[in-house]
């Protein structure tokens, strides 16, 4: 028999599940379709290395999830979800053990980046107080529905148009650039180009200086902070709140297409055959090319569509690897020992050679390294005196990783720790790498090791996120809306693709929903016509 509910979102990852709660506050009645044996998608956690020692799969500090407007809104807190914070938020440590640290305190921050250049600190302070102004207002553009008219004509009152086309130009410049129109030493650079590095994005890359400077002053505002016991205490929240309110999520059911009629979405049938009738809207949590080929097929879709779909540009791949050891990281560089997130240990010219070999698809000869030390941050990932640690990198797409070559690879890792923590191999009890096909294998969204759903580069942002359109959820189906990170505004634990998504379901079932479905519609035939 055929089941019958308001929405069917597919795929139970932060966003869907972020959807899905949205939805049913508005009080309709959902059902979450997962094809894993758990709710997730990114956002999970498991003992893979040691017993005792738990690990965050794929995502782990979460500024913009603790920042996000979308997910605060959700009270999670009230579901479970405790935040928990390192002695400081990231050092960034070079080749010759100097290192510059990020902490919640200003003052630290602001001495730490004085060390490499006196008026650096007074310079921090200043691009801070710019954050200050201009924060809610920010979030708000970037996180709510295309085009933020808005938030965003708060925030040409708030700071004025001189300030704010100041701010749209930022948005335009590498981070190498930026950092050196707003800094005078290498320290306070590094914090913006190592927090750039958390994209795709290389320190001469147009548009990385925003992302630097986005997450170095959420950094400084809240913090990388973590969920107490685990990432998926998020996901566990999300659940818990949804069923709260009579939605539901069913894991082990992989849906295999969403049924389309008339040019709308009708509902969707999974992989034993067993159709789902959604009234209201159809609601994707996945990567736009596996939305648009694989659920909804190229015949049901606009030829100039699927031509801009062969332009998709993913993201880089990605190792990593989570290991178990007998105690703290023997740092050299005092600021790592209390950081939750370490950057090894290039220099401005080392990140852009390793972002030179990821554009010339070549492993690159010193990886830049992202590790996080989750034990420091949050005591209960680990047993008393011991430490769980993870790291990561990017390697280019379409390489293969057998299990010899990707433990290899863990071992140059391991290499690189070791220069600046001599002893650090001592302490390694187990050790878990993850090359692309095994974090595909855990996510299918993580296509080949893409952990952003789509690049962060420019020409793949805000009116072209995932391809030239209106940087809406709306897709040419009525009633299907793209839910996923590779909607605007993109990845990061934040909620937002998923709020938009359903934000745009209830607009078309509200008062003005024929209206809103008829102008959707009519932009989408301009768009690919």
């Not at 807190?77 to 050092?91: E, F, K, M, N, T």
């Not at 440590?93 to 250049?117: K, N, P």
């Not at 290039?346 to 989750?374: H, I, K, N, W």
Request: proline share 6%; charged share 25%.
């Amino acid at each position: 028999m055929t089941e019958t509910v308001d929405a069917v979102v597919v795929g139970a990852g932060q966003n869907g599940l972020v959807a899905a709660n949205v939805l049913a506050d508005a009080g309709w009645s959902v059902l979450v379709l997962e094809a894993a044996p758990e709710p997730g998608g990114a956002v999970r956690s498991a003992e893979v290395t040691a017993p005792g020692f738990r690990s965050d799969l794929c995502s782990a500090f979460y500024p913009l999830g603790y920042a996000s407007p979308v997910l605060r809104e959700l009270g999670l807190d009230s579901y479970g979800l405790v935040w928990r914070h390192a002695p400081l938020v990231l050092a960034h440590v070079l080749h010759d053990d100097r290192s510059v640290a990020l902490s919640r305190d200003l003052d630290e921050t602001a001495a730490s980046v004085s060390a490499f250049a006196a008026k650096d600190g007074d310079a921090w302070r200043d691009a801070f107080a710019q954050w200050e102004r201009v924060r809610d207002d920010l979030l708000e553009s970037v996180l709510r529905p295309f085009p933020p008219v808005r938030s965003a004509s708060r925030l040409v009152r708030r700071v004025g148009v001189a300030e704010t086309l100041r701010l749209v130009r930022m948005v335009t410049l590498p981070v190498r650039r930026l950092g050196e129109e707003l800094f005078d030493g290498e320290g306070a650079r590094l914090l913006l180009a190592g927090n750039a590095l958390h994209t795709d994005l290389g320190p001469d890359n147009a548009g990385s200086g925003v992302f630097g400077w986005l997450l170095g002053m959420v950094g400084q505002d809240v913090g990388f902070p973590v969920p107490e016991c685990g990432a998926d205490r998020i996901i566990t929240a999300l659940v818990r709140r949804l069923a709260d309110r009579g939605g539901r999520v069913e894991c082990n059911r992989r849906v295999r297409d969403v049924l389309i009629a008339g040019n709308r979405a009708m509902g969707v049938r999974d992989e034993h055959g067993e159709l789902v009738r959604a009234k209201r809207a159809v609601l994707a949590d996945v990567p736009a090319p596996a939305l648009y080929r694989e659920l909804v097929g190229e015949e049901h879709l606009p030829a100039r569509l699927v031509s801009d779909l062969d332009r998709f540009h993913w993201d880089n791949a990605t190792i990593k690897v989570d290991w178990a050891l007998s105690g703290k990281i023997p740092w050299t560089a005092e600021e790592a020992r209390r950081s939750g997130v370490v950057h090894l240990d290039a220099d401005l010219d080392g990140l852009t050679a390793y972002g030179a070999d990821l554009a010339c698809s070549r492993v690159p000869e010193r990886p830049f390294l992202l590790l996080g030390q989750m034990t420091t941050t949050d005591p209960s990932r680990s047993p008393a005196g011991t430490e769980a640690v993870w790291a990561y990198t990017h390697v280019p797409r379409g390489e293969r990783w057998d299990r010899d070559r990707l433990e290899r690879f863990a071992d140059r890792m391991e290499e690189l720790i070791e220069r600046r923590a001599p002893g650090f191999r001592g302490l390694i009890q187990a050790r878990c790498p993850q090359g692309p096909a095994e974090l595909e294998a855990l996510n299918p969204s993580l296509v080949q090791g893409a952990i952003n759903a789509g690049t962060a580069a420019i020409h793949q942002q805000f009116v072209f996120r995932p391809v030239p359109g209106l940087s809406r959820a709306d897709t040419p189906v009525d009633r299907l809306y793209l839910a996923g990170a590779s909607a605007h505004p993109g990845g990061a634990v934040h909620g937002a693709p998923g709020a938009n998504a359903a934000r745009a379901a209830l607009a078309r079932n509200g008062i003005t929903g024929g209206l809103y479905g008829s102008a959707m519609q009519a932009a989408q035939r301009a768009i690919y016509s």
